[in-house]
């Protein structure tokens, strides 16, 4: 067994050291002893507790004080908070119900609204969320540009652009604008079969009535024109004229998106003509309460479309032709500038069918390679022969530089363009070749290829609609149109020729060239 240990010591007194004596052994003290001892040493504690706060003290002086953060005093200002808006995918196609014709009926037409804050976006050459890049990307593209120069393919309207001081190009199309102006319903349509209910009745009333089922289309061709002129809905001496236009084609969209109605055989034409016609009206006004209309305009074109393929008159008929097709590319194009949303892959297929029409040496089909244009039955392919024009190579043509093409990489688009060349404007109303379809095309095709071969087109085109714009001061029914006498004059009329006519002679400023 282990010893026990001695009992250990509680009391206050053994914490203190004993005194100890020479030999080593501990001696009894008493508590007045004790703290004797412990006084005497009091002086040195004291002096070490001094030493020890003026080391601290001057450790505390040499230390720099922690910087304080000055309070900032702001003024928050009540008001709107602007949130980046995030583009939805796009909807579902719409469903496509063939339209009836119907009688009596009543639409309400909706009116823009006042350009306040909270509803108008910014102008489109200020603030412009919109960016440049090349036109064709994957997938579905919300917000990018399409060349040129800052303002886009838009950067040079409003008035011309270089080359024409001097030139009476300019009086022409015041005077075609002026003459739309004058023959627009107060309800903001340009009438194709009535139009002349406009006219002065001490005077010869006009002629060459169209087919009132593209009243739609001729809207938008004269909207276009306008637009091309430089006025938007927010300035511009046709300001008004447009906003009239653009209220009546809200009231003919249906729910769908379509712009009018599915009542004859080629109603997509007015559609897509429409739809191009509003996306310019949106995007060059910035006009928030417009997105929805022009958005849904081309969700129609994307419910229409062929799956796979382009467009033809009816609703995925498997199906397509240039013509339309042509059309319905620019409507994307402008849709996609303006930041709207555009399935890229219908743009693809686009480019994948003109490869598929056209020919090496330039020439494009209407449904195949080698195909002419197209006429209607009876004795208008022998009145218009179809061998006098090459509307649908100038349509393939004009529209590959809207695909993002490039001449110095595709040979074939210069050849199509010396296909052009080979079939100048010419009016012979007898011979047939009086065309203002071609033409049209074929001047935005040639100035976007710009060079010699543009100023040798531009060079035949301007004398030629110079001299056949009526120009009659006295005879202000037909004062600054042209006669409907081509080869789509019976379906468009007056109204078509002449807003047609006027896009054609802005060809040199209403797009700037994409490929430099």
């Known amino acids: 067994m282990q010893p026990s240990a001695p009992p250990v010591r509680t009391d206050r007194l053994a914490v203190i050291a004993p005194t100890v004596r020479a030999h080593g052994e501990p001696d009894d003290v008493s508590f007045q002893q004790l703290m ?26 040499l230390i720099p004080a922690k910087a304080q953060k000055p309070v900032e005093h702001k003024v928050t200002m009540a008001g709107d908070e602007i949130v980046e808006l995030v583009q939805p995918p796009p909807p579902p196609p719409p469903e496509i119900r063939k339209e009836e014709p119907t009688e009596d009926v009543t639409v309400v037409e909706p009116t823009l609204v006042t350009e306040t804050p909270s509803e108008v976006v910014a102008d489109a050459t200020h603030d412009s969320p919109f960016t440049e890049s090349a036109f064709l990307s994957n997938g579905t593209n919300t917000a990018v540009g399409m060349g040129g120069n800052a303002g886009g393919p ?23 604008l002026q003459w739309l102006r004058d023959h627009q319903d107060e309800d903001g349509k340009w009438d194709c079969d009535q139009f002349m209910k406009h006219d002065d009745p001490s005077r010869p009333v006009g002629t060459g009535p169209g087919s009132a089922v593209h009243d739609v289309g001729v809207t938008g061709l004269a909207l ?22 653009v209220n009546w084609l809200r009231s003919q969209q249906q729910e769908n998106g379509l712009f009018g109605a599915a009542t004859s055989h080629d109603f997509v034409y007015d559609h897509a003509i429409a739809a191009y016609a509003m996306c310019e009206a949106y995007g060059l006004s910035g006009y928030t309460t417009l997105r929805p209309c022009a958005q849904k305009g081309l969700d129609y074109l994307a419910a ?15 199906d397509g032709d240039t013509s ?19 399935d890229d892959g219908a743009l693809k297929t686009a480019a994948v069918w003109l490869d598929g029409v ?26 218009f022969p179809v061998d006098r024009g090459a509307a649908l190579t100038a349509v393939g043509l004009f529209a590959r530089f809207f695909l993002g093409q490039e001449p110095a990489e595709r040979p074939l688009m210069k050849a199509a363009a010396d296909r ?9 109303e007898k011979g047939g070749s009086v065309d203002h379809y071609y033409w049209y095309y074929a001047s935005y095709a040639l100035f976007q290829l710009g060079g010699p071969r543009w100023q040798q087109w531009q060079k035949k085109l301007e004398p030629v609609l110079l001299q056949h714009q009526h120009k009659d001061r006295t005879n202000p029914n037909l004062h600054g149109s042209w006669d409907p006498v081509d080869a789509w004059g019976e379906d468009g009329g007056r109204v078509y020729s002449t807003a047609i006519l006027a896009l054609t002679l802005q060809a040199n400023y209403r797009y700037t060239r994409l490929v430099h």
């Open 304 to 318: 229409h479309r062929n799956p796979y393929g382009v467009w033809r008159y009816q609703p995925r008929d498997q």
């Open 358 to 383: 056209s020919e090496p040496n330039g020439t494009h089909g209407y449904t195949k390679a080698g195909e002419p244009s197209s006429r209607k039955p009876g004795d208008h392919a022998a009145r």
């Open 420 to 428: 052009l060349l080979e079939r100048p404007p010419v009016w012979d």
């Open 224 to 245: 276009l024109a306008f637009l091309g002129e430089g006025s938007s809905l927010r300035s511009g001496p046709y300001r008004d004229v447009i906003k009239k236009g």
């Open 154 to 176: 838009y950067g040079k309207r409003g008035g011309g652009g270089p080359g024409r001081g001097g030139s009476p190009v300019p009086d022409a199309i015041d005077r075609a």
């Open 36 to 61: 004797a001892e412990r006084l005497q040493q009091a002086p040195w504690l004291v002096l070490s507790a001094g030493a020890h706060a003026l080391a601290l003290l001057l450790l505390w002086l």
């Open 324 to 342: 339309i097709t042509g059309w319905c590319i620019m409507a994307l194009a402008a849709g996609k500038h303006f930041g709207l949303v555009v």
